[in-house]
């Protein structure tokens, strides 16, 4: 009896093994699984292109060598699923635009501060903001401190170098009305008024 039983036993097992192989087999090589499988590898390969082509284009966009573009198309195909994550460790953090942009901008900024320094309202030559006079053509820009000499703007009702105060100018308005008119001239008829030069402080 239990010589008959191991018989039975290997004998059951093998007939289970056997047919559970032969059921793995054909469900391997049935219609429905080669279909899967075609349409899993064609999706695999469609997605391996996919991303070789979103790394030409950005590499397009960030990198403006066209070797080194077609390099990091390479790299994004060669190992499949793995070179797109390396080019996105390696790749350049802005984009062409993006540093044009920057540019530009750091071109605005230094211009509009350039614009900001005093210039001369004459010659429009950069001054500084001590200068009395500029040295260019010679047009007084401020006038002195009666005490410490120091360039005053008009505005100021006191010197804040020296703490002096300023007193209003005593102007003649007429004088310098007709002062004024002095330096205007007729030309002719279409431009009826043209001021003259000043005479520069030089010439004096």
């Known amino acids: 009896m239990r010589v008959a039983g191991q018989g039975i036993f290997p004998s059951v097992t093998a007939l289970a093994l056997s047919s559970g192989l ?22 695999a390969i ?8 979103w790394v030409y284009k950005d590499a397009r966009r960030r990198i403006g060598d066209p070797f080194l573009v077609f390099v990091a198309t ?40 350039a614009r900001s320094q ?23 820009l401020r006038q002195p401190c009666a005490s410490c000499n120091a360039p005053l703007d008009p505005l100021w009702q006191m010197c804040p170098y020296c703490t002096s105060p300023i007193g209003p100018s005593q102007v003649d308005l ?5 002062a004024e008119a ?16 000043e005479a520069r402080t030089a010439d004096a």
């Open 22 to 43: 032969t059921s793995i087999h054909d469900l391997f090589h049935s219609a429905g699984f080669v279909i899967a499988r075609n349409v899993v590898i064609a999706l």
């Open 46 to 53: 469609v997605f391996w292109l996919a991303l070789g082509f």
């Open 74 to 113: 390479l790299l994004g195909l060669a190992p499949p699923y793995i070179g797109p994550v390396v080019y996105l460790l390696f790749r350049p953090s802005e984009t062409i635009e993006d540093v044009r942009s920057r540019r530009a901008e750091l071109q605005a900024l230094e211009q509009q501060l």
């Open 118 to 140: 005093p210039a001369c309202p004459v010659c429009c030559i950069a001054v500084e903001p001590d200068y009395l006079a500029c040295p260019v053509c010679t047009t007084t």
């Open 174 to 178: 007429d004088a310098a009305l007709t």
């Open 182 to 197: 002095h330096t205007i001239a007729l030309v002719d008829d279409v431009i009826p008024l043209v001021p003259q030069s």
